[in-house]
Antibody, heavy 121, light 113 residues
């Protein structure tokens, strides 16, 4: 059974940093892309970043490019989102999701429960 | 960026009746080399993460009830719930994964009339 567990959320000050982690189990991790999607309180879904299974491709939405970095450790079945220069509009629940195949150009077929990031002074 | 729009914003349907949600992309999400539409549908119930229902515009995810169906191509897509059940109350999102950033529609809230 696929299992995704996010951690690392919490309260950060504007301009601060957080590192989100996602522990994956129940599938051959290196064979699948991984994605981060966020949802601001009471709002819709926003795709944030994705990384291919082989770690050779990473993509970002425009608003986080240059501030956020996605990475993965295929030996530990972990994916990370390093978030720097946090802003109030980064406040959201951040979901980790598994891709349908190795490429980032794929649906998100399993989702974690999410971790809440709040950016406030 | 590809802009995804959905209509209606919300709808209320009687139990057992049909619900139809429309999704439109600002440019085609049909990849000509494999003739696949890079379009997915998700269901999100309150307090829960999204759940994948449909991918490649019309392929039902394993375990999804067959009352959920979807179709369309290019820029226009639909999700249909053929006979609404109480457990289908949720917000439904379409998403394109054709072009980065992989944008979502704003969502359509489905309720019981």
């Amino acid at each position: 059974e696929v299992h995704l567990v996010e951690s690392g959320g919490g309260l950060a000050q504007p301009g601060g940093s957080l590192r989100l982690s996602c522990a994956a189990s129940g599938f051959t991790f290196r064979n699948y892309a991984m994605t981060w999607v966020r949802q601001a309180p009471g709002k819709g879904l926003e795709w944030v970043s994705g990384i291919s299974g082989s770690d050779d491709s990473a993509f970002y939405t425009n608003s986080v490019r240059g501030r956020f970095t996605i990475s993965r450790d295929n030996s530990k079945n972990m994916v990370y989102l390093q978030m720097n220069g946090l802003r109030a509009d980064d406040t959201a629940v951040y979901y980790c999701a598994k891709g349908g195949d190795e490429s980032c150009y794929s649906r998100a077929d399993y989702w974690g429960q999410g971790t809440l990031v709040t950016v406030s002074s | 960026d590809i802009v995804m729009t959905q209509s209606p914003d919300s709808l209320a349907v009687s139990l057992g009746e049909r619900a139809t949600i429309n999704c439109k992309s600002s440019q085609s999400v049909l990849y000509s080399s494999n003739n696949k539409n890079y379009l997915a549908w998700y269901q999100q119930k309150p307090g829960q993460p999204p759940k994948l229902l449909i991918y490649w515009a019309s392929t039902r995810e394993s375990g999804v009830p067959d009352r959920f169906s979807a179709g369309g191509s290019g820029t226009d897509f639909t999700l249909t719930i053929s006979s609404l059940q109480a457990e289908d109350v949720a917000v439904y999102y379409c998403q394109q994964y054709y072009s980065v950033p992989f944008t979502f529609g704003p969502g359509t809230k489905v309720d019981i009339k």
